[in-house]
């Protein structure tokens, strides 16, 4: 696969539903979520984060950036300045929180309709540990098969 320097507000919005898609399977499938995700969850929290202060992609905050933000290369670090008000930084919250939230309620939506396609990988997987690209395909085509006919 390519790299990719440039993503487009969907395509972001895209990966945090697909970052969060492993925790909302635990919840669907056990009711409960485990400590698993948790990178996931960090990585899907940043992405807002920077929707929101530092690509503009926030329609309460406008096409701005919020804060400074310094990459410390000889220490490997970085450091974020805050230049903005007790008020900003509730209003940036709140669009992150809302970002992720709707990342969430999408991988919900997908998962909760697609669970027999994840019931289907869940057994494969149990029988052999690793599934490759074209055996999850042929997985999914299965299953929507079986779907069709059911109806």
Avoid: C
Avoid at 101 to 114: D, N, P, S, V
């Amino acid at each position: 696969m390519e790299e990719k320097f440039l993503s487009t507000e969907n395509e972001l919005r895209d990966q945090i539903a697909i970052l969060l898609g492993g925790r909302v399977a635990e919840e669907v499938i056990f009711g409960d979520v485990s400590s698993g995700a948790s990178n996931d969850l960090e990585r899907a929290s940043e992405i807002a984060r920077n929707m929101v202060t530092r690509l503009g992609m926030s329609e309460k905050l406008g096409p701005l950036t919020w804060g400074v933000h310094r990459e410390l290369q000889f220490l490997g670090q970085s450091s974020e300045e805050r230049n903005y008000s007790e008020e900003t930084a509730r209003l940036i919250d709140t669009e992150v929180r809302k970002l992720v939230e709707e990342g969430r309620q999408r991988a919900m939506e997908i998962i909760t309709r697609q669970r027999a396609i994840l019931d289907d990988l869940a057994h494969a997987l149990e029988q052999k540990e690793v599934l490759d690209g074209e055996e999850v395909e042929a997985i999914i085509r299965r299953t929507k098969k079986i779907e069709e006919s059911n109806k």
